[in-house]
């Protein structure tokens, strides 16, 4: 049961460009999205992420979309740079029990390689 | 402010015997998360522990595997007679409060391979 989806196992941009990584969910009660970066054989690094009550949050190259109605979001890295190259998880938070927490379900990841 | 600190880095252990991870969450933060990272797979949560307390542990496998967070000291996740199955990238994070809202940083990770 895949509650968090990000469907390209990989993506391949030109440094300068754009870089849009998505993810997919399927559980209505996720109230909170994170992204995370993750280079080999190390911990997932908090990137950036955005509440349920908002539609768009920005922070310098970064930023993450979110569509309720679609149950999509996505994380736009402009201008790509060689050194963002790693693996971006989609995570996800929920409210359980009338209690919050940070209990993340992560999506599949997806893997980024910028060119030079 | 040192970060999550995990250790070991790497854990060898043959079949059978037991595996002990560390987990020394970030100063201020009484919260901790384990997770598990399979080859070519996202983070699966595992068990939410508070001090001396076991909050969620859904994750969980119901056997072999046990995970506490002592009054002192460094979270542990326990691994009994381990298999092979079990070798994986097991990720500690913590954070502030337990809501929502709040970012979870993470350890390093200790890789355990089971020969």
């Known amino acids: 049961d895949q509650q968090v989806k990000q469907n390209s196992p990989s993506l391949s941009v030109q440094e300068g460009r754009i870089s849009i990584l998505n993810c997919d969910y399927t559980?209505?009660?996720?109230?909170?999205f994170l992204w995370y970066k993750k280079y080999p054989a190390e911990g997932p690094t908090f990137l950036i992420s955005?509440?349920?009550?908002?539609d768009k949050n920005e922070d310098g190259r970064f930023t993450v979309f979110l569509n309720k109605s679609a149950k999509h979001l996505s994380l736009h890295i402009v201008p790509s740079q060689p050194g963002d190259s790693a693996v971006y998880f989609c995570a996800a938070s929920a409210i359980s029990g009338g209690t919050s927490y940070g209990k993340l379900t992560f999506g599949q990841g997806t893997i980024l390689t910028v060119h030079p | 402010n040192a970060g999550v600190m995990q250790n070991p880095r790497h854990l060898v252990r043959r079949r059978g015997q037991e595996a002990r991870l560390r987990c020394s969450p970030m100063?201020?933060?009484?919260?901790v998360y384990w997770y598990r990272q399979l080859p070519e797979e996202g983070l699966k949560f595992m068990v939410y522990?508070?001090?001396?307390?076991?909050?969620?542990e859904s994750g969980m496998p119901k056997e072999r595997f046990s995970a506490e967070f002592p009054k002192e000291g460094p979270s542990i996740l326990r691994i009994q007679q381990v298999v092979r199955g079990d070798s994986a990238a097991y990720f500690c994070?913590?954070?502030?409060?337990?809501?929502?809202?709040?970012?979870?940083?993470f350890g390093q990770g200790t890789r355990l391979t089971v020969v």
């Open positions: 100063k201020g933060h009484s919260h």
């Open positions: 955005i509440s349920s009550i908002k």
């Open positions: 559980n209505s009660m996720f109230d909170y």
């Open positions: 522990l508070q001090k001396e307390n076991i909050i969620d």
């Open positions: 994070a913590s954070s502030t409060t337990g809501g929502t809202n709040t970012e979870a940083f």
